[in-house]
RNA sequence: GGAGAAAUACCCAAGUCUGGUUGAAGGGACCGGUCUUGAAAACCGGGAGGUCGGAAACGGCGCGGGGGUUCGAAUCCCUCUUUCUCCGCCA
């Protein structure tokens, strides 16, 4: 959601955001907005008219009771009745109006950064730069699922029959590597100065409400019967949710926090489920780090961040690169996103493994996070990332470590978390 | 789950019984000064309070959220949420 002063002061720009996104359809809204918010207030201050009239005559009918005048007061009492019946008609407008507007502003995308480069959907997203040799073995990797399988790490059989498509089993050394990542993630995260967190697995309505749109929700969030509360897509759903309505003096911006939750998801729609493995799936876990500052800061925290995850899949020796989404691809609440992939060396490409996002003021104004400066207060800037999300990221780590003998070495930051393990191989029984 | 108490501005807090110059007292924090080598403490002085409309004057709204009663609600009623105390239950 944009400052709607934006739209009174500069409209052309909003309107040339919106074409920069290829969403053309949305460019009426613009000048709807501009056409209801001068509506808008005009019935504002006919009503604010009216009330004060009536808080006027309230104070004098107050004074005349007590000089015990009652009739006078009796029929100051009819002038407010007629007040209010007019007030009734204009607030009744105010409020239908008030929506309309509401709803209209929901679809207009944020202002994306200049740096963003234009393109209308994934396929002109910019590939800025790599981080590590893409290598391809001499010997042939096998798909992922298949070898977690022969190391009896995987289940997905059984998963099916207990719970369904879209879920699995994580067995012996292979659930214990998902462990190790996500714990080496946080003590990695740890050390770059953020602040751990355990959020809520479970968030109520109004929250969800404030994090995302109608349409993520329906295709993501899963609802539990009988109880307004959601199962969380992300811990950013519960960390930004957190400081909804709260005003946080600048001097203690900015707040760094990395936060582990289980995620899930009913990836309704567009992907789908994929047939076999654990790419994607309904319930992950996932090391996220999400950042509250200064406007001004934004974009160093940005770019701090995504490197962040550039350097915790090198320390893992995962070859990655980094994405730049482009316009058109860019979700309407965000500013500027890149996606960090890691390469795979079974298909010979890379694949998201991450994704970082700065979403400007757009997010604070929806939930009303502000910040108290000493011009006074204003709303902060949001920004999120993945440090790691597993069994996703499981994939990368498997494929680049995968053994020609079937085993997988197990990368040396992570050693200490799997008891000193060196590598995984299977066990004959 | 049961019973009670509470929620007031950045923080603390009066007002709620008895509705009407309280559209929110008083503090603290904040800013200026005296004192001090400097700071703290103490004392003196000061403006603003959140938000919306307005160039401004000014005005609207705002006392946990949402409804209601009333000419008028921080104050009365309903409802939801949260916190605290006690009881019950349970990893």
Same mark, same amino acid.
């Given at each position: 959601m944009i400052d709607i002063r934006l739209i009174r002061e500069n409209k052309e720009m909003v309107k040339e955001n919106i074409k920069k996104k290829f969403q @053309?359809?949305? =460019?009426p809204l613009v000048d709807e907005v501009e056409k209801l918010d001068i509506e808008l207030r005009q019935l504002k201050l006919e009503g604010d008219n009216l009330r004060q009239e009536r808080n006027t005559i309230s104070s004098e009918i107050g004074s005349l009771m007590r000089d015990k005048k009652l009739e006078e007061a009796n029929s100051k009492k009819l002038e407010v009745v007629e007040i209010n019946k007019k007030l009734q008609t204009i607030e009744e407008k105010e409020e239908k109006i008030n929506q309309e507007i509401k709803s209209k502003m929901m679809l207009i995308p944020n202002i994306i950064d200049e740096s963003v480069p234009i393109g209308? @959907?994934?396929?002109?997203?910019? /590939?800025i730069e790599k981080f590590g040799e893409p290598i391809v073995p001499n010997y042939e990797i096998p798909y992922h699922a298949d070898i977690m399988e022969k190391l009896s790490g995987l289940d997905k059989e059984s998963a099916g029959r207990t719970s369904g498509n879209g879920f699995y089993y994580l067995m012996g050394d292979i659930a214990r590597l998902h462990e190790a990542t996500i714990a080496y993630a946080r003590d990695f995260m740890i050390n770059k100065g953020f602040t751990y967190c355990i959020p809520p697995f479970m968030i109520r309505g109004d929250v969800v409400n404030g994090v995302m749109s109608f349409a993520e929700m329906d295709s993501m969030m899963y609802k539990i019967e009988n109880e307004d509360l959601y199962l969380i897509g992300t811990s950013e759903h519960s960390m930004i949710g957190k400081f909804k309505g709260e005003l946080i003096d600048e001097? /203690? =911006?900015?707040i760094t926090m990395t936060s582990y939750s289980p995620c899930f998801r009913k /990836?309704? !729609?567009?992907? !789908? =489920?994929? /047939?076999?493995?654990? +790419?994607?799936?309904h319930q992950f876990e996932k090391q996220e780090m999400v950042v509250l500052c200064k406007p001004e800061d934004s974009m160093d925290w940005y770019n701090k961040m995504w490197q962040f995850t550039v350097e915790f899949f090198r320390s893992l020796d995962v070859p990655v690169r980094t994405l730049e989404c482009c316009s058109g691809d860019l979700? @309407? =609440?965000?500013v500027k996103s890149c996606d960090v992939e890691a390469w795979s060396p079974r298909q010979k490409k890379y694949f998201e493994v991450g994704s970082c996002s700065t979403l400007g003021d757009a997010q604070a104004r929806r939930l009303g996070i502000r910040m108290k400066t000493e011009s006074g207060n204003q709303f902060l800037s949001t920004l999120n990332n993945t440090v790691i999300a597993s069994p996703r990221a499981l994939i990368a780590i498997i494929e680049n470590n +995968?053994?020609? @003998?079937g085993s997988i070495k197990i990368p040396k930051v992570l050693q200490q978390y799997m008891g000193g393990k060196e590598k995984i191989e299977k066990k004959y029984i």
């Open positions: @053309d359809s949305k =460019l209308k @959907d994934d396929s002109e997203n910019v /590939e001097k /203690e =911006l900015p /990836e309704v !729609g567009a992907h !789908g =489920l994929e /047939e076999r493995g654990l +790419y994607r799936v979700a @309407d =609440l965000k +995968y053994q020609e @003998d």
